[in-house]
């Protein structure tokens, strides 16, 4: 089985930027179907499982991952963010570094269904709130 497609909810996506502590353009695919875990376990991709995210795999490139709409345009220009919703061709690679040996999930092509746009951090902070410490 070379490639397969899932559907999956995103998060953390750094699709055109460096992840500063990883050094790769990445995203965790999260909440992952039973059939999703299974024919991806059967391509010997480890399938990890953590609270708010559940059943969830990272995706790591050296180049940035071109995401789509349902249309086939680049989504360009777009931040998008955590549960944003995508049907994923999803490949592997197989790698070696210092003496050791895994598989890894490679995007081979990400349709992004659902944009929830990237707020930023910051909250904006009205002075005259009378909660303020």
Known sequence: MESIKIKAKMMW??????????????????????KAIKAIEEMGIVVKFKEGKGPFI????????HAFDEGGSKLE????GNDSEAVVVLGYYDWTFKGKKGRSPSIKKLVVTKVVEYAGAGASVDEEDDDIL
């Not at 990272?58 to 991952?65: L, N």
């Open 13 to 34: 996506p750094f699709l055109d930027k460096v992840n500063e502590m990883s050094g790769a353009y990445q995203v965790d695919l999260v909440d992952l179907s039973e």
């Open 58 to 65: 990272t995706c790591k490139s050296q180049r940035p991952i």
């Open 77 to 80: 220009g777009r931040t998008i």
